[in-house]
């Protein structure tokens, strides 16, 4: 059997994985064929509408422009969900490399790169976020660049580590052996067989970057309205709460099942990779 | 023949696997006699480490046993309790493993394990009415360590299980074994991962336990040298069941099953001249499960009897049987 | 073709001079040293075509000369030479010219391979790497190789994990000899293995050496496994070697005490039919790595004297291509230096 068609399987076997899968495809379908779906638009305003609770015509209501609550958050996700890809991918590309890198030379350079992995990784990840957006301004670029800080310590680490176990394995020796060079054994060797717990790593870094573009929009320092992104939905609906509750309330619990979808993705994912439960076979 | 301390009739364990399920064991027979070393024969995949394991209910959770008879001194193991169960394991049957690492608490010193293990049969004791003074519990591990070979005790005891060699943990578990004086010891390749010259120490000191504290044990091991020195019966299991079973002597002298033929031969081949005679191909995955005779694909006098069914076990000696067609 | 080894007189292929290697001590008690010597001062040769057994237990350091000759490691002392040159240094560009001369059999058969790789992509790698046939030749050229090892050609589409260990050993000896190396080191190749399959595949290693010509350097612990590959055989103890003779002068007459400790085995009782008491060694486990400077088989030894705790004695020629460190067996008895 191929071994896309076993990881298949397994992934299908692994309720958690499958679950978060579901959950995933749900929310993308929604962010991607949904939003161009909806018969609203989301930056449009209707003032004949304004903060009208949940009702057939607009599922999540509207907000205090008049705008259809659903439509936005459909589009906001869709940023939301780019903005945190794109800073988790920035942060795996740098971080795995820096990491690999750092392992496979060792002595000074692994020092003094991990030195400096650790002093991002001191700082709590929101509040890192929130200095770097201070420095460099706001915008939807500093919040990629901001997640992508934030997450480089970890998948530098992570690359570090995995990379330092199996540096030792006799099939990288091996091809040490053969004469391939340094460069070669790095991303032919080692690195596919590193991927898997960067992958997860990667998924539920996603969903962290989710919250921490929304929490530096809602503050006003990321996405500038009138883009929709969920932060800023978000921020909207505190401002008015208390005469309309259901825009940051099914806001947030939008945002709490995209999240649950990745996180519940992610540990299927480490499940299934995890080499003491002897499946690394299936994968 | 002494009683049998052990009985086990039609062994099977499956597991529950990916792939489907996986019948590791298929219907084991065998006895266990008072004060006997029996050796368990086989390679990888043969069901040999999941026989034992079976008996002493280690199995994870994936895995289901039954038996049409287990029993322990004439007590019903089947139908204990977990919890009446682990009781008995902890006192009465004790298992000593392939690498003793696991065995060991990573962040206790040697001492703080024998002393458990002092507590433990102090415990045992006082549920039996008796009163046991382990008031210097120390000068007891002591001698028991320097029972079991090693030369240094008071050193050893206070040392964590990492800083010491394969040879001496063994050494240090098999003494934790001795205090326990157990019935049944059921040890599953404990000298694989030791050089020769350990080997054969620890062997000596696995003649000396069983002596000493009159103990029964099964030997789990796929080195047919090591059984032969130490076993008086043995059993070869090949594809999850016993192909062969006899008196250790008369079934390395004159072996009748052709997969004990092959092992025997390739045993003691290295020490003659001449080219060593192979066992083609390879010992089957515990995935296959063939309709005849397991060993028939890789077997130099296979016939049409042996792919029809399973063959049975026929008498061949005394007290010497073998799975195989050959012998009706 | 048997056990006479190459008589080819005039240089060896691979010389050893005075090998050192250190490694951190690690896990190490309270007060031991840092630094370990794992090989300890090891001198050997390696002619074209012969097949040299290196003995010993574990912590004898046999696998790390192995290692280390290959650059694997890297000696803190001593000299490498091969085929002439001085090896020891040579950094990794000066150094792949002859990484096609000096390959690897590993002990673990399945993780010297790729998780990732198909058996068919790891055999054309070092072919395609070294330019030894075209793109469009690799697939044949793999089938060839396969086939030289006994395996199918279907082998290729499959992943290490799906091997078996005695496949998965011939598929590293198939890599191994894509490059057609001079010398190729074995490290315990058969250990790992099921008894049944052990045959197979040191069969195949007699065959593939006599029909190749190649070195092997031969790493073991079981004295009877070399016996029947080797011309010559080398025990190992705690880093420095401590005999060295051809293959049937080792077994017909064994010079170290520790020699004659190995081959005390166990399948002699078997063929007598009978289990032998075995002397039972109530005394110190081996000798740390710290050991006092004397000799390091003095803790064991049966037949130690006085001089024996001075110093290690050195390896000393005696007759025949027979060498032994020992001052009692060997010629130098009363003489510490």
Known sequence: MPLWRRRLGALVRNRTALAGAVIMAVVLAGITLGAELMPYSAVDMDFANILSPPSWAHPLGTDSFGRDVLTRVLYGGRISLLISFAGVLIAAAAGTLTGMASAYHGGLTDAALMRFSDLLFAFPSFVLALFLMVVLGFGVQNVILAIALVYFPIFA??????????????????????????????????????????????????????????????????????IPSLGVIMADGREYFQRGPWVLTLTGLVISIALLGLNLLGDGLRDLTDPRLRRQAEL | MSAAILEVRALRTRFRAPGGTLEAVRGVDLDLHE?????????????????????????????????????????????????????????????????????????????????????????????????????????????????????????????????LSGGMLQ?????????????????????????????????????????????????????????????????????????????????????????????????????????????????????????????????????????????????????????????? | MMKTGSDTAGAPLLRLDDLVVEFANRHREPGAPRRFRAVDGVSLEIRPGEVVGLVGESGSGKTTVGKTLLRLYEPRAGRITFRGNDITHLGPAALKPHRRDLQMIFQDPLSSLNPRHTVGRALAVPLLLHRICSRAEVSSE????????????????????????????????????????????????????????????????????????????????????????????????????????????????????????????????????????????????????????????????????????????????????????????????????
């Not at chain 2, 070869?236 to 033929?261: C, R, W």
């Not at chain 3, 190396?181 to 007699?206: C, G, H, M, T, W």
């Not at chain 3, 050195?314 to 003489?335: D, K, M, N, Q, W």
């Open chain 1, 157 to 226: 680490r992570l690359a570090r580590n995995t990379t330092l176990l199996i540096k030792e394995e006799p099939f990288v020796q091996a091809a040490r052996l053969m004469g391939q060079g340094a460069l070669r054994i790095l991303f032919r060797e080692i690195l596919p067989n590193i991927a898997a717990p960067l992958v997860v790593q990667a998924s539920v870094g996603v969903a962290f970057g989710i919250v921490i573009e929304a929490g530096l929009s809602f503050l006003g320092l990321g996405v500038q309205p009138p």
């Open chain 2, 35 to 163: 004060g006997e070393v029996l050796g368990l024969i086989g390679e990888s995949g043969s069901g040999k480490t999941v026989t034992g394991l079976s008996i002493l209910r280690l199995l994870p959770e994936s895995a289901s046993t039954e038996a049409t008879l287990l029993r322990f001194r004439g007590r019903d193991l089947g139908g204990l309790s977990n919890d009446a169960f682990r009781a008995l394991r902890g006192s009465h049957l004790a298992m000593v493993f392939q690498n003793p690492a696991g065995a060991f608490n990573p962040a206790k010193t040697v001492a703080w394990h024998l002393s458990e293990t002092f507590r433990r049969r102090a415990a045992r004791g006082r549920e039996a009415g008796r009163r046991e003074a382990v008031a210097d519990w120390r000068a007891a591990a002591e001698t028991l360590l320097r029972e079991v070979g090693i030369a240094e005790p008071a050193r050893i005891l206070r040392l964590y299980p990492h800083q």
């Open chain 2, 171 to 328: 050494r240090v578990l098999i003494a934790m074994v001795l205090a326990l004086e157990p019935d049944l010891i059921i040890a599953d390749e404990p000298t694989t991962n030791l050089d020769n010259i350990v080997e054969r120490q620890i062997l000596a000191l696995f003649r000396r336990l069983q002596r000493k504290v009159a103990a029964s044990i099964v030997f789990i091991t796929h080195d047919m040298t090591v059984a032969a020195a130490l076993c008086d019966r043995v059993a070869v299991m090949y594809a999850g069941e016993i192909v062969e079973l006899g008196p250790a002597a008369e079934v390395f002298n004159s072996p009748k099953h052709p997969y004990t033929q092959g092992l025997v031969a390739t045993a003691t081949a290295l020490s003659g001249g001449g080219r060593l005679r192979e066992i083609p191909g390879e010992p089957p995955s515990a995935f296959e499960r063939l309709p005849g005779c397991h060993f028939a694909p890789r077997c130099s006098h296979v016939r049409a009897a042996c792919t029809a069914a399973q063959p049975t076990m026929r008498r061949v000696g005394a007290a010497h049987e073998a799975r195989c067609v050959l012998y009706d």
């Open chain 3, 142 to 337: 793999v089938g060839r190789i396969l086939a030289s090892v006994g395996l199918s050609a279907a082998m290729r589409e499959r992943y290490p994990h799906e091997l078996s260990g005695g496949q998965l050993q011939r598929v590293a000896i198939g890599r191994a000899l894509t490059l057609s190396p001079a010398l190729i080191v074995a490290d315990e190749p058969v250990s790992k293995l099921d008894v049944s399959v052990r045959a197979q595949i040191l069969n195949l290693f007699k065959d593939v050496q006599a029909q190749l010509g190649l070195s092997l350097l031969f790493i073991t612990h079981d004295l009877h496994v070399a016996r029947y590959l080797c011309h010559r055989i080398g025990v190992m103890f705690f880093g420095k070697l401590v005999e060295l003779a051809p293959t049937e002068q080792l077994f017909s007459r064994p010079r170290h005490p520790y020699t004659e400790a190995l081959l005390g085995t166990l399948d002699d009782e078997l063929r007598k039919g009978e289990r032998a008491e075995r002397d039972f060694v109530v005394g110190a486990d081996m000798a740390g790595p710290g050991a006092a400077a004397g000799c390091r088989y003095y803790a064991r030894c049966p037949i130690r004297r006085e001089v024996c705790a001075a110093a290690h004695p050195p390896l000393e020629a005696l007759e025949a291509g027979c060498f032994v460190a020992c001052y009692e067996r060997g010629s130098l008895t009363g003489r510490a230096s």
